[in-house]
């Protein structure tokens, strides 16, 4: 069974830090690019962040580049979001996925619940 489990969301001030972290289990983890999304209230979910299997591409949001870095840990089956500089825009419900596919068109197959950041002015 296939389990992403993320952590370290919280309330932090603007131009706060904050490191997020997903641990996976059940999945050949170096098979999968990870990626990090977030879902706002009242918006559709939108992509932030993706890293390929060894850590040697990465690709981020537009409004993400500059204060988010995203990095993984094949052996500890994890994948981490670092972001700085946060803003009150940021806040969101912050998810971690699994997926395959060709770079620029990837199918995320798994899903963690997702954990929330919230950023005050």
């Known amino acids: 069974q296939v389990q992403l489990v993320e952590s370290g969301g919280g309330l932090v001030q603007a131009g706060g830090s904050l490191r997020l972290s997903c641990a996976a289990g059940?999945?050949?983890?170096?098979?999968?690019?990870m990626g990090w999304f977030r879902q706002a209230p009242g918006k559709e979910r939108e992509f932030v962040a993706r890293i390929n299997w060894s850590g040697g591409a990465m690709d981020f949001a537009n409004s993400v580049k500059g204060r988010f870095t995203i990095s993984r840990d094949n052996a500890k089956k994890s994948v981490y979001l670092q972001m700085n500089s946060l803003k009150p825009a940021d806040t969101a419900v912050y998810y971690c996925?699994?997926?395959?596919?060709?770079?620029?068109?990837?199918?995320?197959?798994?899903w963690g619940q997702g954990t929330q950041v919230t950023v005050s002015s």
């Open positions: 059940g999945l050949p983890f170096t098979s999968y690019i």
């Open positions: 996925a699994a997926g395959k596919g060709p770079w620029g068109s990837v199918v995320y197959d798994y």
